[in-house]
């Protein structure tokens, strides 16, 4: 197993070892790993001859400094996983912010068009403009063929779509299905902060989602949305902080259902002051 620590180790590395024709998965990450993120890193595993799992903790993206300060960091339990499940061919990079960001550690700014002001860029201003900076800087380091990145953050993976247009990377994003628990909660490396119970009873965003989806075609976006904001009012452990219903493309909340458009429905819930998202295709 490789493990590095800065981004020039990590470049010697992969010089060295790197022929022609072979390809490198990027799978980037925060740490604390669960299923969802090893779901990324096999599907990277079967696509190309090399695999870099980056854990690092960004601080550009985080608008709140104690969410920042409670995200879990669990460098050697991660490693220990991606050994169990990949062996020694994994290779890990766990840069320090200083290494990563070349010293100073603060966010460059990006026009993303209309996708960076909808939802989570609406409740958390910066977030996107630090995802990008770190993504490119990532990028830039480890110079991958395709990277990995899961829908429960759909709006990022959109983001990152148009920073690849933006800067002209020379990557191919690869959106990956939300892995859920059995309960359909998508797993996430905040749930290990929600109690037993609370997190039994989180399984209320995928059922209020699957029901959207049921009712997407016979209702009115503003009746579902409506219905949503109902279920949310009657539970006492749950705050809605949005619920929207918007294009899959540009992420706009929708107004008119068009036929040929696809939507999809997004959610986020504080549960015991934990953040949670999630969303579903609905169309
Ligand atoms: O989704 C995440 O974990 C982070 O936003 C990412 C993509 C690793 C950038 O820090």
């Not at 002209?168 to 109690?195: K, T």
């Not at 949005?242 to 493309?249: G, H, P, Q, S, V």
């Not at 939507?263 to 934990?274: H, P, S, T």
């Amino acid at each position: 197993m490789y493990i590095f620590n800065t981004k020039e180790t990590l470049q010697d590395h992969l010089r060295q070892c790197l022929q022609k024709k072979e390809s490198i998965g990027f799978v980037p990450t925060m740490g604390a790993l669960h299923i969802g993120h090893i779901s990324l890193v096999a599907k990277s595993f079967e696509e190309n001859t090399y695999t870099v799992v980056s854990v690092f903790v960004n601080p550009t993206q985080f608008n709140n400094k104690e969410d920042l300060d409670n995200y879990p960091r669990t460098l050697e339990s991660d490693i220990a996983l991606l050994k169990v499940h990949f062996g020694d061919k994994i290779i890990v990079f766990a840069p320090s912010p200083q290494n990563l960001y070349d010293g100073e550690v603060v966010s460059l700014n990006f026009n993303f068009g209309k996708i960076e002001n909808q939802m989570e860029g609406k409740f958390r201003p910066g977030h996107f403009d630090g995802v990008g900076t770190v993504i490119t800087h990532l990028f830039n380091a480890v110079q991958p063929t395709k990277a990995y990145f899961g829908e429960k953050d759909y709006q990022q993976l959109q983001v990152v779509r148009k920073l690849v247009e933006l800067q002209e990377f020379l990557v191919e994003i690869v959106g990956c299905d939300i892995y859920r628990e059995s309960s359909g909660l998508a797993y996430s490396s905040r749930n290990q902060r929600l109690s037993v119970n609370v997190k039994e009873k989180a399984s209320i965003i995928y059922k209020t989602l699957k029901e959207c989806k049921e009712m997407f075609g016979t209702k009115s976006a503003t009746d579902i949305t409506s219905y949503v904001k109902g279920i949310f009012e009657k539970s006492e452990m749950f705050d809605l902080e949005y619920f929207e219903i918007a294009d899959t493309i540009d992420l706009e909340t929708v107004k008119k259902i068009l036929p040929k458009k696809k939507y999809r429905a997004f959610i986020a819930v504080f549960g015991e002051e934990v953040r949670l998202i999630d969303n579903i295709a609905l169309n």
